[in-house]
């Protein structure tokens, strides 16, 4: 196998937690702007579109949502917004929604910054709002440890599509070969990067919201851990 130089990771349920409790924060978020305004907004239906929103990339050959246009779906629950304030106040909720209720657990800061000592280490996202990422990772205070942040909004193809891992590759400039990547989402991370040309390693430590099993036809993983803390371990054994 070719040498690893690069570590290239997913965010949500991988770094960080991503799941019941950073969802109810958006909800909350999102509920309380619209009774600012008057209006209220029937859980089962907020829920059910957000899940739609979620999973259509992945019946729409891959094309990202707009965060704007998402967040104008959930204010049409309840109202027309010609104007797009109330959209506006929407997204600018949600933003601040997401980076309050992300942690970053020490032992994670604590890896990164020890293959930072001895790999290039890259990001790769899926999530419409750029601003809602980034803005996490600095205030976490790791942004800076990695050599590249890709997020599939800013590049409108959402994993597993190629053109997602294809603007990390290239930010990067590396060759899919001589990079590994973690995540924790079979379809997504496992199945795309692997189509990239990349090692593919399964994180088993998260439950994704959104949950895709092993086909038939599908592609192996490199590794299967079931904690972060396995892959040092994991890395040094392919040196």
Known sequence: MAPVSAVLFDYGNTLIAFGPDQQAAQAEAMTRVLAEAGFSVDE???TAVRM??????????GVENVFADVCREIVELVSDDAD????QKLMSARQQAFWESVQLAPEVVDLLNRLKQHYRLGFLSNYPCSVS???SLKKLGVHDLFDAVVVSGDV??????PQAYAAL????????????YVGDNWLADVQGAKRAGMRAVWLREHVPYERFDPEPGDLEADAEIA???ELEQLLDSWL
């Open 84 to 87: 797009g304030i109330l959209t």
């Open 133 to 135: 990422i980034i803005t």
């Open 44 to 46: 089962e239906k907020l």
């Open 227 to 229: 904690s972060l803390g």
């Open 52 to 61: 739609s929103q979620i999973m259509r990339p992945y019946h729409s050959g």
């Open 169 to 180: 590759l290239d930010a990067m400039r590396i060759q899919p070969e001589n990079a590994v």
């Open 156 to 161: 409108g193809f959402a994993k597993p599509h």
